[in-house]
């Protein structure tokens, strides 16, 4: 297995500290408000490294954060009027049920940033101590220059952030690009008492301590959007590994990336913004999970309705797979037909080429593509496809519809639907398979099909089309030729 490791910048062999154990930890959200899709791809997508890292075997361990308290939060509970804790209490729950509606598993642990203040205070006491840090006013800083390997995620250069930065810098600052450990308490704000005075931590140090209490001190997997590469986790890897001396304080650094709306960034300003609820108000789950799995986890996702329709579309395909195969395993056996047999071969490759996709940086594309490939040829073998290659005297007889599976083709298609099901499972993909039915059986099809070249004959263009369309989207396509028309599964 390899993952593209973003502090080295391509992709490293995957070894865990302690051999067929993961500890993972990602960054979770700040409740100060309803979370927007573009949060949910990145939540989804570890939730899928999660799923297949046990696949592989692993035993994970996965910490995911709320922070409770930030400076968000508080603005927030500020100018709602309300209570900050009443605020991140609600919105937490807000978050809850949008990770349960997309089928996203809870972590092991879900810590909330404010259970951990004495951890973050031992943290920063060290980090005073080892003259890493120092105390302004009640204030502590991070002296970023006092860290010879500033910049090493980011691949910032400290001048060129100085030039850039447009900080005031407070009384006592030694540096404006030193950042904030522990806020000097201020009125109207959360505050605990400290060695350093009244106060509450900052943001970065938060996830530093959850994780290192929680995950004892080194992480194999550190995950978040690529946003917080910078400065939050460039924070991180400074103030962990100055702390403790333990280098490096995380083995692979993995970020998801951007989500656009219709090519531009999701904001409020633009009125773009989609909340998982909004978005979950057309869309099944399902099919926000395949639109997110068919683009790799580090590329940009565009998010339009036409992404989504074709998400579904994909999503229709696989369910009308598998009662297709649900509908054979139902029928009587019968002698003599040996074609599925085939599947079995097909559901192998379909097995090693998801295998192959995932430990390649967790490539869900591929793997879909591989799923896909099993989908097609189970609708070539069902179809009755294999009567295609027919003499011209028979080319306009269509093939017989339907047959009776022998017990070995039978068995065949039991290993395709496994296979199907298993791996889709894998990606969290719950599949609820489409009955055919008899409303497109074999003869209605040759009856829509009549209809549609009635349609054709008296230059009723529309009508035929839209049979046309409408079988595609119930996986029936259509050829014509000039001995007259074929229909095939797809």
């Given at each position: 297995?390899?993952?593209?490791?973003t502090?080295?910048?391509?992709?490293?062999d995957?070894?865990?500290?302690?051999?067929?154990?993961?500890?993972?930890y990602?960054?979770?959200?700040?409740?100060?408000?309803?979370?927007?899709?573009?949060?949910?791809?990145?939540?989804l997508?570890?939730?899928?490294?999660?799923?297949?890292?046990?696949?592989?075997?692993?035993?994970?361990?996965?910490?995911?954060?709320?922070?409770?308290v930030?400076?968000?939060?508080?603005?927030?509970?500020?100018?709602?009027?309300?209570?900050?804790?009443a605020?991140?209490?609600?919105?937490?729950?807000?978050?809850?049920?949008?990770?349960?509606?997309?089928?996203?598993?809870?972590?092991?642990?879900?810590?909330?940033?404010?259970?951990y203040?004495?951890a973050?205070?031992?943290?920063?006491?060290?980090?005073?101590?080892?003259?890493?840090?120092?105390?302004v006013?009640?204030?502590?800083?991070?002296?970023?220059r006092r860290?010879?390997?500033y910049?090493?995620?980011?691949?910032r250069?400290?001048?060129?952030?100085?030039?850039?930065?447009r900080?005031?810098?407070?009384?006592?600052?030694?540096?404006?690009?030193?950042?904030?450990?522990?806020?000097?308490?201020?009125?109207?704000?959360?505050?605990?008492?400290?060695?350093?005075?009244?106060?509450?931590?900052?943001w970065?140090i938060e996830?530093?301590?959850?994780?290192?209490r929680?995950?004892?001190?080194?992480?194999d997997i550190?995950?978040?959007?690529?946003?917080?590469?910078?400065?939050?986790?460039?924070?991180?890897?400074?103030q962990?590994?100055?702390?403790?001396?333990?280098?490096?304080?995380?083995?692979?650094w993995?970020?998801?990336?951007r989500?656009?709306?219709?090519?531009?960034?999701?904001?409020?300003?633009?009125?773009?913004?989609a909340t998982?609820q909004?978005v979950?108000?057309?869309?099944?789950?399902?099919?926000?999970?395949?639109?997110f799995?068919?683009?790799?986890?580090?590329?940009?996702l565009?998010?339009?309705?036409?992404?989504?329709?074709?998400a579904?579309a994909?999503?229709?395909?696989?369910?009308?797979?598998?009662?297709?195969?649900d509908?054979?395993?139902?029928?009587?056996?019968a002698?003599?037909?040996?074609?599925?047999?085939?599947?079995?071969?097909?559901?192998?490759?379909?097995?090693?080429?998801f295998?192959?996709?995932?430990d390649?940086d967790f490539?869900?594309?591929?793997a879909?593509?591989?799923?896909?490939?099993l989908?097609s040829?189970?609708?070539?073998?069902t179809?009755?496809s294999?009567?295609?290659?027919?003499?011209?005297?028979s080319a306009?007889?269509?093939?017989?519809?339907?047959?009776?599976?022998?017990?070995?083709a039978?068995?065949?298609?039991?290993?395709?639907?496994?296979?199907l099901l298993?791996l889709?499972?894998?990606?969290g993909?719950?599949?609820?398979?489409q009955?055919?039915?008899?409303e497109?059986s074999?003869?209605?099809?040759?009856?829509?099909i009549?209809?549609?070249?009635?349609?054709?004959?008296?230059?009723?263009?529309?009508?035929?089309?839209?049979v046309?369309?409408?079988?595609?989207?119930?996986?029936?396509?259509?050829?014509?030729?000039?001995?007259?028309?074929?229909?095939r599964?797809?």
């Amino acid at each position: 297995m390899k993952i593209y490791n973003t502090l080295t910048r391509h992709k490293d062999d995957f070894v865990p500290i302690e051999p067929g154990q993961v500890r993972m930890y990602v960054c979770g959200p700040t409740p100060y408000n309803v979370i927007h899709i573009g949060n949910a791809r990145t939540f989804l997508i570890f939730d899928v490294i999660r799923r297949y890292l046990e696949f592989a075997g692993y035993q994970v361990r996965m910490v995911q954060n709320i922070t409770d308290v930030d400076d968000k939060v508080i603005n927030a509970a500020r100018d709602s009027g309300g209570d900050w804790r009443a605020l991140s209490l609600r919105f937490t729950d807000a978050y809850l049920r949008d990770m349960a509606a997309l089928g996203i598993r809870p972590p092991d642990v879900a810590p909330r940033a404010t259970d951990y203040i004495d951890a973050m205070i031992e943290i920063i006491r060290l980090l005073v101590e080892k003259g890493f840090a120092y105390v302004v006013h009640g204030s502590v800083y991070f002296e970023v220059r006092r860290w010879p390997d500033y910049g090493k995620l980011s691949r910032r250069n400290l001048d060129d952030l100085l030039a850039g930065a447009r900080v005031e810098a407070e009384e006592g600052l030694r540096d404006p690009l030193d950042f904030a450990l522990w806020k000097a308490a201020k009125p109207g704000e959360p505050s605990w008492d400290s060695p350093f005075g009244p106060g509450r931590p900052g943001w970065h140090i938060e996830c530093s301590a959850m994780s290192m209490r929680l995950l004892d001190g080194q992480l194999d997997i550190h995950g978040g959007g690529a946003d917080l590469i910078f400065p939050h986790h460039e924070n991180e890897i400074a103030q962990s590994e100055a702390a403790t001396g333990k280098v490096p304080f995380v083995r692979y650094w993995m970020h998801a990336g951007r989500l656009t709306v219709n090519a531009q960034k999701m904001s409020k300003s633009l009125g773009n913004f989609a909340t998982v609820q909004d978005v979950l108000s057309h869309y099944r789950p399902q099919v926000v999970r395949l639109l997110f799995l068919s683009t790799h986890y580090r590329s940009e996702l565009d998010f339009t309705d036409a992404a989504m329709e074709q998400a579904k579309a994909g999503l229709e395909r696989l369910e009308a797979a598998l009662g297709e195969l649900d509908r054979l395993l139902a029928m009587p056996d019968a002698e003599g037909d040996e074609a599925l047999a085939g599947l079995d071969d097909q559901a192998a490759a379909t097995e090693q080429a998801f295998r192959e996709a995932m430990d390649d940086d967790f490539n869900t594309a591929r793997a879909m593509a591989a799923l896909f490939d099993l989908v097609s040829e189970a609708n070539r073998l069902t179809s009755g496809s294999r009567h295609s290659e027919r003499s011209e005297e028979s080319a306009s007889q269509q093939p017989p519809p339907g047959f009776r599976p022998t017990p070995a083709a039978k068995a065949a298609i039991g290993r395709a639907r496994e296979t199907l099901l298993r791996l889709t499972g894998v990606l969290g993909l719950e599949l609820a398979p489409q009955q055919l039915g008899d409303e497109l059986s074999p003869r209605l099809i040759e009856v829509l099909i009549a209809v549609r070249q009635m349609a054709r004959e008296r230059r009723q263009y529309d009508i035929a089309d839209a049979v046309r369309l409408r079988l595609r989207e119930l996986g029936i396509s259509l050829e014509d030729h000039p001995e007259g028309t074929t229909w095939r599964r797809v």
